[in-house]
């Protein structure tokens, strides 16, 4: 039997298992919180740690995002914390990349950037650091001048092309 004060043990069983082997009944818990957003933030996906110790079932999460602000405050910031992590380890993956290991290592660098994208995707995601570079830069404006040209013989009998001078805008 596991020590009282270990984080997995709460007392008596509140879970009851099914015969798929999902688990429900779990009460929400500052403790349980903390472990789900820990585990989270280091990586682990939710389909792996669902109805394992004292976690809930893959579809209890979303509705305690649902009802529990401070949890899904945590687990907004966990998922960024994770995909930090992959980043970190898709650039990893690729500096220790040989000859020999390319091919899979490019899947891996793959998938760790397209996950960490769906983490955060104002860090990684395919537009990231857009709307920074927008507010940075003035905006440009673009100025069309409309001139009119005429053609021209000369005294010496070639033809060439003088511009037409056009009053202002404020007479036109």
């Known amino acids: 039997m596991p020590k009282a004060s270990s984080l997995y043990y709460a007392g008596p069983a509140t879970k009851t298992v ?46 305690w995002l649902r009802k529990h602000p401070d949890f899904a405050e945590g687990y907004a910031q966990a998922r960024e914390m994770a995909a930090d992590l992959r980043a970190d380890k898709a650039l990893v993956v690729a500096e220790e ?12 660098v793959g998938a760790l950037q397209w996950r960490a994208a769906k983490g955060a995707p104002k860090r990684y995601g395919s ?29 010496d009998g070639l033809a060439y092309v003088r511009e037409i001078p056009l009053p202002p805008e404020d007479e036109a």
């Open 127 to 155: 537009k990231a650091g857009e709307s920074d570079r927008h507010d940075a830069a003035p905006p440009r404006e673009i100025v069309i001048r409309v001139r009119q040209f005429e053609r021209l013989i000369g005294e």
């Open 18 to 63: 099914r015969r798929d082997g999902t688990v429900t009944h779990v009460r929400y818990g500052k403790a349980v919180a903390e472990e789900i957003c820990r585990r989270i933030a280091m990586g682990e996906i939710w389909f792996k740690i669902c109805n394992t110790g004292r976690l809930p079932s893959y579809t209890t999460l979303y509705d």
């Open 97 to 108: 990349s040989t000859a020999a290991t390319v091919q899979s290592d490019r899947l891996r």
